[in-house]
């Protein structure tokens, strides 16, 4: 049966390319740093994101998660979108293991938070014993659940320079940061570095198609106070060079073949859109996330995701009556044609 799988851009197999640099890589042990294909996919991220050095890590959920702890420590409150990555999909960890406060404002449509919520965000008085410290302010470029929708350097300057006035650090968490940049036709670095964000986290495993892997990039300091919290975390590793190998292949080659997995994402809104009873911003779409709603709320069913996937098209039943796709390599044109042909014969005949 043909297999269509959209649930996410995790699923992506890895590269040819990739499993011959894995099957070949010189290894060492990274407590030590002492692994050869580590330093050199570090010292690459830190170069193509315009920072002084990088760390491995084994997650972007691990990654956000350290890199809270090394700008903040425990028991102060970090600043992030209501519908930000953080807050909604990594299990509460900044609380729950970091032991630190979230305090959400409002993602608007586009994925941006209005720069007059975060500043009545952000705590005024820091000698008030009552209130905890503002330690950080999060963005999330592309922005998940706002149906990737990207945050431009402009913006995210305006933020850096907000936070900043403050006396507060800006996190950047760009799981799909490449996808961004390739969106906008522009340089990874003016998004990052060059619009004043102090770290970022971006994965190696989405639509850069390695097996595993994210990584954190900042200064040479907050990279050292960052391996601390990696260690305390469980992300010690030896031989990981089998894991950076396909990391820097990710890197060199399949950065410039998402403007692919974006336009098919398109061509994908506009057939939704083109079938009754469906609701999709499908001029809205900028990168390889498109989530769409039925009019009639009651027609997402497990029994009509359950037909979908008997038909081969895997989606993922997102919130509130939301259907997500996500659009990745290995995804073909003909397969998003494919997919709406059976998104359309269930959605027309749900029982």
């Known amino acids: 049966m043909r297999i ?26 990274d407590g030590y740093r002492d692994d050869p294909s580590v330093n050199r996919l570090e010292a690459l991220a830190a170069e193509r994101l315009g920072y002084e050095a990088a760390l491995l890590v084994l997650s972007g959920t691990m990654g956000n998660l350290v890199a809270m702890l090394t700008h903040c420590g425990r028991g ?73 929708r990207v945050l431009t350097a402009a913006y995210t300057r305006q933020v850096a320079d907000l936070a900043h006035s403050h006396g507060v650090p800006l996190h950047l968490d760009g799981a799909r940061i490449f996808n961004a940049a390739v969106a906008q036709g522009c340089d990874v670095r003016d998004l990052t570095s060059r619009a004043g964000a102090d770290s970022v986290q971006f994965c190696l495993t989405k639509g850069l198609s390695a097996p595993m ?14 391996r601390h919290w990696r260690q305390a975390t469980g992300g010690g590793m030896r031989q990981a060079g089998v894991i950076a190998a396909a990391g820097i292949v990710a890197m060199n080659t399949m950065v410039d073949r998402l403007v692919d997995d974006h336009d098919n994402a398109k061509l994908l ?59 990745h390599y290995g995804i073909e044109r003909e397969d998003i044609e494919y997919a709406l042909g059976v998104i359309r014969s269930v959605i027309a005949s749900p029982e």
């Open 213 to 226: 892997g994210s990584l954190i990039v900042g200064s040479r300091a907050f990279v050292e106070e960052a």
């Open 4 to 29: 269509v799988d959209l649930r996410s851009d995790t699923v992506t197999q890895p590269t040819p390319e990739m499993r011959e640099a894995m099957y070949r890589a010189e290894v060492g042990d």
């Open 269 to 327: 809104a506009k057939g939704l859109a083109e079938i009754p009873g469906v609701i999709v911003d499908a001029d809205k779409i900028e990168s390889n996330i498109v989530i769409f709603r039925l009019a009639d709320p009651s027609a997402v069913s497990t029994e009509s995701l359950k037909k979908l996937a008997e038909a081969g098209i895997k989606c993922s039943n997102y919130w509130g009556g939301n259907i997500r796709l996500v659009t």
């Open 76 to 148: 102060r409150e970090v600043i992030m979108g209501s519908d930000s990555h953080i807050f909604w999909n990594e299990t509460g960890g900044a609380s729950g293991l970091g032991g630190l406060h979230p305090r959400t404002a409002l993602n608007q449509t586009d994925g941006t938070i209005a720069i007059a919520d975060l500043e009545a965000a952000i705590r005024p008085d820091p000698s008030n014993v009552h209130f905890p410290r503002t330690g950080l302010i999060c963005l999330e470029n592309t922005q998940n659940r706002c149906s990737g």
